[in-house]
């Protein structure tokens, strides 16, 4: 199922804690880089998908989903639109329990392999901005979280 509300966001952010990043890079100044170590500063396990190094972030490096030799829940991906339907494939493949999309990512095909899998499946979305926005990570800088509830989320008591 798409997924695209506070509570279900929240549900899966906190259900699932092995990511696997597929284009995560190993440049500090990279939009992936900065996600990647947000995500693992906030006691997630990432693991990075990417050819081109051997480590990212103190973290072994594969080359693709299918070489990871441990379960994964969560594919993020930080890749162009037109070259995310074989990573959904392969995330289908592996088992994976969501595939997320990263801001200005969004394939219909892909999304559908996805859902049609059983997945969850969060599109145009920061997982870092997400976490930040839904479990009080972001600060008065001045970033608007669009998000105005009196509703306690389920997990506080």
Known sequence: MI?????S???????HCTIAMVGLSDNWYRPSN???????DHGYKVIPV???YAT?????????????????DVVDVFQRAEVVVPIARSAIEIGAKVFW??????????VGLAVDAGMDVVVDRCMK?????LFG????????????SSARPNWIA
């Open 101 to 110: 999309l990263q801001l200005g990512i969004y394939n219909d095909e892909a």
């Open 34 to 40: 900065f996600a990647g170590k947000y995500m693992l």
């Open 137 to 148: 990570g972001l600060n008065f800088i001045g970033v608007d979280t669009r998000v105005i």
């Open 3 to 7: 997924v695209d509300d506070i509570r």
């Open 129 to 133: 901005i997400e976490h930040a926005r």
């Open 56 to 72: 990212v972030l103190g973290e072994k490096c594969y080359p693709r989903l299918e070489d990871i030799p441990e379960p994964v």
């Open 50 to 52: 990417n050819p081109n």
């Open 9 to 15: 966001l929240r549900r899966v952010l906190k259900a």
